[in-house]
């Protein structure tokens, strides 16, 4: 058993559909937005691969792993990627808001 991700892909451009083999390979779905839950270990070269295809899309990949801290935005454009990550934040003991 590997580690898996659910894994969502969006774009922010209208009448762009996603190659059929990108789909195939990557087992990515489309419901609202394409989404998978699986192991993908590839998909940072996968999306700079299809980034370059098509320079002028930003690609948007939201991943939440198994582990709780694992989620994650990867951002894909002309074959290059930014990657940010979540971070929680807890607030400080008030005694004030106690019940």
Do not use: C
């Amino acid at each position: 058993m590997g580690y898996n991700t659910q894994y969502t892909l969006s774009w922010e451009v209208e009448n762009f559909e996603l190659p059929l083999d990108f789909q195939e390979k990557t087992n990515l779905t489309k419901e609202e937005r394409f989404s998978t839950y699986q192991s993908w270990n590839s998909h940072e070269d996968d999306m700079k691969k299809l980034s370059l295809l098509y320079p002028e899309i930003v690609f948007t990949l939201h991943g939440v792993g198994d582990e709780f801290e694992d989620i994650w935005y990867k951002y894909f454009k002309n074959g290059k990627m930014q990657e940010t990550r979540a971070t929680f934040v807890y607030d400080n003991y008030d005694e004030a808001k106690l019940k």
